[in-house]
């Protein structure tokens, strides 16, 4: 099974310079729990809710001043659409990845794959609970 048949096809991107209110509110349009934050057309981290929760409100920060840059994960893990996915599926289970952009072979974002997708569309029910059982510790 390849990624492109769980993901999900709908994944936006935040710039590193918007506020961390741009960041939630493109969230809550989308129902996302993260964001890929780009710099010059290129991924180079991520936000995620929990980012915004702990890193901005829980020390009294101003989402409407703080950039995405100030709070965000540094660094980025991404499969390609058409790659196998439980290959994906172990690399996020050895990585403690919850969600994972998709790119084409353009390198355009395309989509969002999360443990969800796999243990809900997955064929392999094993896959999805080794993958969460190491994302949870």
Known sequence: ??????????ADVINLNHTVREAAQMMARGDYGCLPVEDNDKMIGMITDRDIAVRVV???LDPNNTKVSDCMSQGINFCFEDDDLDSVGTQMS????RRMPVINQQKR????LSL???????????LS?????????
Do not use: C, T
């Not at 050895?94 to 990845?97: A, D």
């Not at 609970?129 to 510790?137: A, G, T």
């Open 1 to 10: 099974m390849k990624v492109r048949e769980v993901m999900h096809k709908q």
């Open 58 to 60: 829980a020390k009294g």
């Open 94 to 97: 050895s990585k403690k990845i």
């Open 109 to 112: 974002l395309v989509g969002m």
């Open 116 to 126: 969800g997708d796999i243990a809900n569309k997955g064929r392999d029910q094993k």
């Open 129 to 137: 609970h080794n993958i969460l059982s190491h994302v949870s510790h």
